[in-house]
Every structure is written in structure tokens, then in C-alpha cells.
């Protein structure tokens, strides 16, 4: 599984009442969610971002509340994925349960910088820059991990194997 995409890029402890503000989760639509998306933090992000657009940020990305918008807001407005220096653990799982692709790779999200174009190899956990021409290793996910993203997240991915499609 491969992403390619321009950089939006963010600092350390977005938490996740920026990523989607605790006014809008009276809504259960995930599109009207990623409308809201990084609003309080970045009112123009919904408008610069393009569908397949990657996100760095720095460390703790997700932190806060353990609310499951956050990741699927991001997921629905159209990025796709995100690399971290560090996750906080329960956006980090949230992320994998609806299949929404992250990677924590401290080099990468130090040197890439705003509007930079990135491909993301998650097989490998290879991160390459194209702007900069450089590499960096991030882990990759186990097997079962990628196919559950692959799978569209964790519900997806059990109905498909007990239905022997895995």
C-alpha cells in the first residue's frame, strides 16, 4: 500500500479538540466532521487540502480525549495518513480500528517540511521526500496491521476474515 502527497504540517500536542472541535461532534455524518477538521488550529485546511495529502506533525499527535472523530474526521476530509514523531496511544489505536494510516518516524517529521511532496511505502515503512530527495525507515506494521488497514479498519477487516475473503 502506497500514498503520495503534498505536506500539511503541524507542531507538537495537537490534541484532539483541535483536529475536531467538541462543538461539532453533535453530528454524527463523518463528511460534515471533516468539514470541521483543524478548524480552530488551521481555518483553511479543509480548503488547501487535497484528497491523498499527508500530514506531519511533530510529537504526542492526538493527544487529549479519547474521542474517535479525531482520527476519522481526518480520514474523511482526505488525508491520507499521517506521520508523527509520536502518537498519543489511544489516537494511535483509534486510527488503526477505522484503518486511517499512521506512521511515527521522528527523522521524517523534524525534516519535512510544509508543502513538500511525500510517498509512503507502509509495506516497508519507507518515507520518501521527492521536494528534498531523501529516504527515511519508519517501522512498518505487521502483516495483520496492514491488512486491516488495507480492510478499512478493524470491523471491515474480522467480517472479511470470518467470510474467508483474508
Known amino acids: 500500500m502506497k500514498a503520495k502527497g503534498t505536506v500539511l504540517k503541524y507542531g507538537d500536542n495537537v490534541d484532539t479538540d483541535v483536529i475536531i472541535p467538541a462543538r461539532y461532534l453533535n453530528s454524527f455524518d463523518a463528511k460534515e466532521l471533516a468539514s470541521h477538521a483543524m478548524v480552530d488550529i488551521d481555518p483553511t485546511f479543509t480548503q488547501r487540502l487535497k484528497p491523498g495529502d499527508i500530514m506531519v506533525a511533530g510529537k504526542n499527535f492526538g ?76 517501522q512498518p506494521f505487521p502483516e495483520f496491521l496492514q491488512k486491516m488497514i488495507q480492510a478499512n479498519g478493524l ?12
Do not use: M, W
Open 63 to 138: 493527544c487529549g480525549s479519547s474521542r474517535e472523530h479525531a482520527p476519522l474526521a481526518l480520514k474523511t476530509a482526505g488525508v491520507s495518513c499521517v506521520i508523527a514523531q509520536s502518537f498519543a496511544r489511544i489516537f494511535y489505536r483509534n486510527s488503526l480500528n477505522i484503518g486511517f494510516a499512521i506512521l511515527e518516524c521522528p527523522e521524517a517529521a523534524k525534516d519535512i517540511d510544509e508543502g513538500d511532496q511525500v510517498e509512503v511505502d507502509f509495506d516497508a515503512g519507507v518515507i520518501k521526500n521527492l521536494t528534498k530527495d531523501k529516504k527515511y525507515q519508519a
Open 155 to 166: 470491523v471491515n477487516y474480522v467480517n472479511q476474515k470470518r467470510e474467508g475473503k483474508l
